[in-house]
Nanobody, 128 residues
Framework: QLQLVESGGGLVQPGGSLRLSCAAS????????IGWFRQAPGKEREGVSC????????YYVDSVKGRFTISRDNAKNTVYLQMNSLKPEDTAVYYC?????????????????????WGQGTQVTVSS
C-alpha cells in the first residue's frame, strides 16, 4: 500500500510562488507515475502535471506550461510541484496521486480515475 502526503499549500498573491511536496511511503516501488491534480469548487478534478517513475519524463496541462515545474527526489521518495507566476484561477485543492500502469497514448495521463493512490490534498489560494 502506497501512502501519499501533500504539503506546501497556502495563500499567495497573484504573481507569487509556492512549492508543493508529495511524500510517498509504504511500497514506493509499485507505481508507474505520480501526478498532480487540482479541484476548484464546482469544477471537475483536473490533471496539472505528471512525472514518470521510470524515465522522469514530465507532462503538463497547457494552462500551466512555462509556470509550473514537476520534479522528483528519489532518495526522499518525494515529488515536487514548483508553481510560479500564480494566477487567481490556480486556486484549488491540489492532490498528488500515483498510478500503477501506463496510460494509453490516445488517452493521455490526465484521467484522474486511472490513478490508484491519492493524498489528502492541500489548499492553494491565489488572491490579493
Amino acid at each position: 500500500q502506497l501512502q501519499l502526503v501533500e504539503s506546501g499549500g497556502g495563500l499567495v498573491q497573484p504573481g507569487g510562488s509556492l512549492r508543493l511536496s508529495c511524500a510517498a511511503s509504504g511500497f514506493t516501488g509499485d507505481y508507474y507515475a505520480i501526478g498532480w491534480f487540482r479541484q476548484a469548487p464546482g469544477k471537475e478534478r483536473e490533471g496539472v502535471s505528471c512525472i514518470s517513475s521510470s524515465d522522469g519524463r514530465t507532462y503538463y496541462v497547457d494552462s500551466v506550461k512555462g509556470r509550473f515545474t514537476i520534479s522528483r527526489d528519489n532518495a526522499k521518495n518525494t515529488v515536487y510541484l514548483q508553481m510560479n507566476s500564480l494566477k487567481p484561477e490556480d486556486t484549488a485543492v491540489y492532490y498528488c496521486a500515483a498510478r500503477a500502469f501506463p496510460w494509453k497514448p490516445n488517452l493521455g495521463w490526465g484521467r484522474h480515475f486511472e490513478y490508484d493512490y491519492w493524498g489528502q490534498g492541500t489548499q492553494v489560494t491565489v488572491s490579493s
